[in-house]
């Protein structure tokens, strides 16, 4: 399934893209992200924790730059692993493309996600609105972490991904969706 995303952060595209430049502290800024060690050649193995009410899903697996452009300000992302109690897989390739909009850089993330086992049963829309909520909060800590890290602080780890909050956040941009179908008027298409 594709899922797109895009979120603005304050700050010129040069700034971010040296940002992006540092996996680990790119990698601080993802909720449930946790970097477990650099394999060289710009893979790393790493653990992604997300817990949707009562599932905690635990996926442990390696991530590589399979591209990096730093004319074009894209980077590719390949990603895969297993949940760690055996319910399921995930592969990914993460697409993230940089632009700048007036002292403001654009992020347009793409992921081309596959999943099976426990993940799978929830559903192109509720993962989809998961992985929303997740950008959201990964622009904020990129934000932050950017700050940090220009003022020679150390980049802290974002939160992990708790259930109840991503749930309540998924679910009310659902009910939004069915609200929107049943009660907004659709728009007229010229003849």
């Not at 710009?42 to 452009?69: C, N, Q």
């Not at 697409?95 to 192109?124: E, I, N, P």
């Not at 780890?157 to 069915?178: C, D, E, K, N, Y």
Request: aromatic share 6%; charged share 25%; with cysteine.
């Amino acid at each position: 399934m594709l899922i797109e995303n895009e979120f603005a952060v304050g700050q010129p595209i040069d700034k971010v893209w040296r940002f992006f430049d540092d996996v680990p502290k790119v990698a601080a800024c993802l909720p449930g992200a946790e970097l477990t060690e650099d394999l060289g050649d710009e893979a790393y193995e790493g653990r992604v924790s997300v817990r949707m009410g009562p599932v905690a899903l635990k996926f442990g697996g390696t991530a590589k730059i399979a591209s990096r452009d730093d004319a074009a300000k894209r980077i590719v992302v390949d990603a895969a692993g297993a949940d760690e109690k055996g319910r399921g897989q995930a592969s990914m390739i993460v697409t993230a493309r940089l632009t700048s909009a007036g002292g403001v850089t654009r992020v347009h993330v793409t992921q081309d996600l596959q999943v099976s086992g426990a993940a799978a049963q929830y559903g192109r829309g509720m993962i989809a609105d998961v992985t929303s909520v997740l950008m959201r909060d990964f622009a904020a800590n990129l934000q932050r972490g950017i700050d940090r890290a220009e003022r020679g602080e150390e980049v802290a780890g974002a939160a992990p991904a708790r259930g109840f909050s991503i749930g309540l956040q998924a679910t009310l941009m659902a009910l939004r969706r069915v609200f929107r179908r049943f009660f907004l008027p659709y728009p007229s298409s010229p003849v």
